[in-house]
T-cell receptor, first 113, second 114 residues
Framework: DAKTTQPPSMDCAEGRAANLPCNHSTISGNEYVYWYRQIHSQGPQYIIH???NNETNEMASLIITEDRKSSTLILPHATLRDTAVYYC??????????????FGQGTILTVHP | GAGVSQSPSNKVTEKGKDVELRCDPI?????LYWYRQRLGQGLEFLIY????????KSGLPSDRFSAERTGESVSTLTIQRTQQEDSAVYLC????????????FGQGTRLTVV
Protein backbone atom coordinates (compact mmCIF):
# COMPACT_ATOMS: atom_id res chain seq x y z
CA ASP A 1 0.00 0.00 0.00
CA ALA A 2 1.16 3.51 -0.69
CA LYS A 3 2.29 5.43 2.38
CA THR A 4 0.86 8.78 3.33
CA THR A 5 2.46 11.75 5.06
CA GLN A 6 0.47 14.30 7.03
CA PRO A 7 1.46 17.17 9.32
CA PRO A 8 1.12 16.11 12.96
CA SER A 9 -1.07 19.04 13.95
CA MET A 10 -2.92 22.07 12.63
CA ASP A 11 -5.03 24.87 14.07
CA CYS A 12 -8.04 26.57 12.56
CA ALA A 13 -10.33 29.38 13.68
CA GLU A 14 -14.00 28.55 14.02
CA GLY A 15 -15.95 29.47 10.89
CA ARG A 16 -12.88 29.46 8.67
CA ALA A 17 -11.93 26.81 6.15
CA ALA A 18 -9.63 24.06 7.36
CA ASN A 19 -7.28 22.73 4.68
CA LEU A 20 -5.58 19.48 5.62
CA PRO A 21 -2.80 18.29 3.30
CA CYS A 22 -1.67 14.75 2.59
CA ASN A 23 1.23 13.46 0.51
CA HIS A 24 0.96 10.05 -1.18
CA SER A 25 3.70 10.17 -3.77
CA THR A 26 3.84 6.38 -4.30
CA ILE A 27 0.14 5.96 -5.00
CA SER A 28 -0.78 3.48 -7.74
CA GLY A 29 -3.16 4.22 -10.56
CA ASN A 30 -6.04 2.20 -9.14
CA GLU A 31 -5.71 3.21 -5.49
CA TYR A 32 -8.25 5.49 -3.89
CA VAL A 33 -7.55 8.25 -1.36
CA TYR A 34 -9.78 8.04 1.72
CA TRP A 35 -10.20 10.43 4.61
CA TYR A 36 -11.48 9.48 8.04
CA ARG A 37 -11.56 11.35 11.30
CA GLN A 38 -11.59 10.26 14.91
CA ILE A 39 -13.14 12.43 17.54
CA HIS A 40 -11.89 11.72 21.04
CA SER A 41 -13.04 8.38 22.47
CA GLN A 42 -15.07 7.48 19.39
CA GLY A 43 -14.53 5.09 16.49
CA PRO A 44 -13.22 6.61 13.24
CA GLN A 45 -15.79 8.21 10.96
CA TYR A 46 -15.66 8.14 7.16
CA ILE A 47 -15.50 11.59 5.54
CA ILE A 48 -14.85 11.31 1.81
CA HIS A 49 -12.84 9.46 -0.82
CA UNK A 50 -11.72 9.95 -4.41
CA UNK A 51 -9.65 8.51 -7.23
CA UNK A 52 -8.74 11.29 -9.66
CA ASN A 53 -11.45 13.91 -9.68
CA ASN A 54 -12.21 16.37 -6.94
CA GLU A 55 -15.09 15.28 -4.74
CA THR A 56 -17.55 17.11 -2.51
CA ASN A 57 -20.15 15.91 -0.06
CA GLU A 58 -22.06 17.38 2.85
CA MET A 59 -19.05 17.13 5.14
CA ALA A 60 -16.07 18.18 3.08
CA SER A 61 -14.33 18.59 -0.26
CA LEU A 62 -11.39 16.56 -1.50
CA ILE A 63 -8.93 18.09 -3.94
CA ILE A 64 -6.53 15.64 -5.62
CA THR A 65 -3.62 16.98 -7.64
CA GLU A 66 -3.39 16.02 -11.28
CA ASP A 67 -0.39 13.75 -10.66
CA ARG A 68 -2.29 12.23 -7.69
CA LYS A 69 0.75 12.54 -5.46
CA SER A 70 -1.02 14.70 -2.94
CA SER A 71 -4.47 15.75 -1.83
CA THR A 72 -6.17 18.27 0.43
CA LEU A 73 -9.22 17.79 2.59
CA ILE A 74 -11.22 20.98 2.98
CA LEU A 75 -13.72 21.59 5.75
CA PRO A 76 -15.33 24.77 4.41
CA HIS A 77 -16.62 26.22 7.70
CA ALA A 78 -14.92 24.53 10.61
CA THR A 79 -16.76 24.26 13.92
CA LEU A 80 -15.52 23.32 17.37
CA ARG A 81 -16.98 19.84 16.82
CA ASP A 82 -14.58 19.31 13.93
CA THR A 83 -11.69 19.08 16.40
CA ALA A 84 -10.40 15.56 15.78
CA VAL A 85 -7.58 13.47 14.36
CA TYR A 86 -7.85 13.34 10.57
CA TYR A 87 -6.46 10.34 8.72
CA CYS A 88 -5.55 10.23 5.05
CA UNK A 89 -5.40 6.65 3.73
CA UNK A 90 -4.56 5.09 0.41
CA UNK A 91 -6.47 1.86 0.10
CA UNK A 92 -4.81 -1.30 -1.17
CA UNK A 93 -6.20 -2.39 -4.50
CA UNK A 94 -5.01 -5.92 -5.11
CA UNK A 95 -3.73 -9.22 -3.79
CA UNK A 96 -3.90 -9.91 -0.09
CA UNK A 97 -3.90 -6.19 0.61
CA UNK A 98 -7.14 -5.72 -1.28
CA UNK A 99 -9.36 -3.54 0.82
CA UNK A 100 -6.81 -3.20 3.62
CA UNK A 101 -6.99 0.12 5.43
CA UNK A 102 -3.70 1.20 6.98
CA PHE A 103 -3.89 4.21 9.25
CA GLY A 104 -0.92 6.49 9.83
CA GLN A 105 -0.59 8.96 12.69
CA GLY A 106 -2.95 11.50 11.15
CA THR A 107 -3.27 15.23 11.72
CA ILE A 108 -4.64 16.57 14.98
CA LEU A 109 -6.91 19.44 13.94
CA THR A 110 -7.81 21.87 16.69
CA VAL A 111 -10.58 24.33 15.94
CA HIS A 112 -10.53 27.28 18.31
CA PRO A 113 -13.11 29.99 18.97
CA GLY B 1 -28.69 -3.07 13.33
CA ALA B 2 -27.94 0.30 11.90
CA GLY B 3 -24.24 0.26 12.56
CA VAL B 4 -21.31 -1.87 13.62
CA SER B 5 -21.88 -3.18 17.12
CA GLN B 6 -19.12 -4.28 19.47
CA SER B 7 -19.40 -6.00 22.80
CA PRO B 8 -18.59 -5.63 25.54
CA SER B 9 -17.96 -1.90 25.48
CA ASN B 10 -15.61 -2.25 28.44
CA LYS B 11 -13.74 -5.25 29.77
CA VAL B 12 -11.45 -5.50 32.76
CA THR B 13 -9.57 -8.77 33.07
CA GLU B 14 -6.77 -10.18 35.14
CA LYS B 15 -3.40 -10.81 33.61
CA GLY B 16 -3.20 -14.34 32.25
CA LYS B 17 -6.91 -14.74 31.57
CA ASP B 18 -8.40 -15.21 28.11
CA VAL B 19 -10.84 -12.70 26.64
CA GLU B 20 -13.23 -12.73 23.70
CA LEU B 21 -14.30 -9.57 21.94
CA ARG B 22 -17.28 -9.60 19.62
CA CYS B 23 -18.08 -7.60 16.50
CA ASP B 24 -21.43 -7.56 14.70
CA PRO B 25 -20.90 -5.89 11.32
CA ILE B 26 -23.48 -4.12 9.24
CA UNK B 27 -25.66 -6.69 7.49
CA UNK B 28 -24.41 -7.51 4.02
CA UNK B 29 -20.91 -6.15 4.57
CA UNK B 30 -18.46 -8.75 3.34
CA UNK B 31 -15.25 -7.16 4.61
CA LEU B 32 -14.48 -6.91 8.31
CA TYR B 33 -11.46 -5.41 10.07
CA TRP B 34 -9.98 -5.46 13.55
CA TYR B 35 -7.71 -2.71 14.85
CA ARG B 36 -6.04 -2.00 18.15
CA GLN B 37 -5.56 1.51 19.50
CA ARG B 38 -3.40 2.05 22.55
CA LEU B 39 -3.88 5.17 24.61
CA GLY B 40 -2.74 8.22 22.67
CA GLN B 41 -1.65 6.15 19.68
CA GLY B 42 -2.91 5.59 16.15
CA LEU B 43 -4.87 2.61 14.82
CA GLU B 44 -2.85 -0.57 14.50
CA PHE B 45 -4.17 -3.03 11.91
CA LEU B 46 -4.66 -6.55 13.27
CA ILE B 47 -6.59 -8.65 10.76
CA TYR B 48 -8.93 -8.39 7.80
CA UNK B 49 -11.69 -10.78 6.72
CA UNK B 50 -13.18 -11.11 3.28
CA UNK B 51 -16.26 -13.23 3.88
CA UNK B 52 -15.21 -15.86 6.40
CA UNK B 53 -11.60 -16.08 5.33
CA UNK B 54 -8.74 -13.89 6.45
CA UNK B 55 -6.42 -13.03 3.54
CA UNK B 56 -4.39 -10.74 5.75
CA LYS B 57 -3.45 -11.70 9.30
CA SER B 58 -0.21 -9.79 9.20
CA GLY B 59 -1.07 -7.47 12.04
CA LEU B 60 -1.75 -10.05 14.73
CA PRO B 61 0.98 -9.26 17.28
CA SER B 62 1.53 -12.78 18.60
CA ASP B 63 0.09 -16.28 18.61
CA ARG B 64 -1.95 -15.30 21.65
CA PHE B 65 -4.20 -13.38 19.29
CA SER B 66 -6.68 -15.11 16.99
CA ALA B 67 -9.87 -14.17 15.22
CA GLU B 68 -12.61 -15.93 13.39
CA ARG B 69 -15.68 -15.03 11.46
CA THR B 70 -18.72 -17.16 10.76
CA GLY B 71 -21.68 -16.85 8.43
CA GLU B 72 -20.06 -13.81 6.84
CA SER B 73 -21.34 -12.02 9.88
CA VAL B 74 -20.19 -11.90 13.47
CA SER B 75 -16.49 -11.98 14.26
CA THR B 76 -14.70 -12.81 17.50
CA LEU B 77 -11.23 -11.64 18.46
CA THR B 78 -9.70 -13.84 21.14
CA ILE B 79 -6.70 -12.90 23.24
CA GLN B 80 -5.23 -15.73 25.29
CA ARG B 81 -3.16 -15.30 28.44
CA THR B 82 -3.65 -11.54 28.40
CA GLN B 83 -0.75 -9.25 29.27
CA GLN B 84 -0.82 -5.68 30.49
CA GLU B 85 0.44 -4.45 27.13
CA ASP B 86 -2.77 -5.80 25.59
CA SER B 87 -4.67 -2.98 27.28
CA ALA B 88 -6.15 -0.88 24.49
CA VAL B 89 -9.33 -0.08 22.62
CA TYR B 90 -10.11 -2.76 20.04
CA LEU B 91 -12.01 -1.41 17.07
CA CYS B 92 -13.96 -3.31 14.45
CA UNK B 93 -15.03 -2.00 11.05
CA UNK B 94 -17.04 -3.43 8.17
CA UNK B 95 -17.34 -2.57 4.52
CA UNK B 96 -19.44 -3.58 1.52
CA UNK B 97 -17.92 -5.50 -1.38
CA UNK B 98 -16.22 -3.26 -3.91
CA UNK B 99 -12.95 -1.40 -4.46
CA UNK B 100 -14.15 1.99 -3.35
CA UNK B 101 -16.64 1.50 -0.56
CA UNK B 102 -16.22 3.16 2.79
CA UNK B 103 -15.67 1.37 6.10
CA UNK B 104 -17.91 1.90 9.09
CA PHE B 105 -16.44 1.57 12.56
CA GLY B 106 -17.91 0.43 15.83
CA GLN B 107 -17.31 2.28 19.07
CA GLY B 108 -14.76 -0.23 20.22
CA THR B 109 -14.13 -2.41 23.24
CA ARG B 110 -11.92 -0.89 25.90
CA LEU B 111 -9.82 -3.70 27.35
CA THR B 112 -7.95 -3.19 30.58
CA VAL B 113 -5.63 -5.91 31.83
CA VAL B 114 -4.81 -5.59 35.52
Amino acid sequence: DAKTTQPPSMDCAEGRAANLPCNHSTISGNEYVYWYRQIHSQGPQYIIHGLKNNETNEMASLIITEDRKSSTLILPHATLRDTAVYYCIVKGAGGTSYGKLTFGQGTILTVHP
Amino acid sequence: GAGVSQSPSNKVTEKGKDVELRCDPISGHTALYWYRQRLGQGLEFLIYFQGNSAPDKSGLPSDRFSAERTGESVSTLTIQRTQQEDSAVYLCASRKQGPNTEAFFGQGTRLTVV
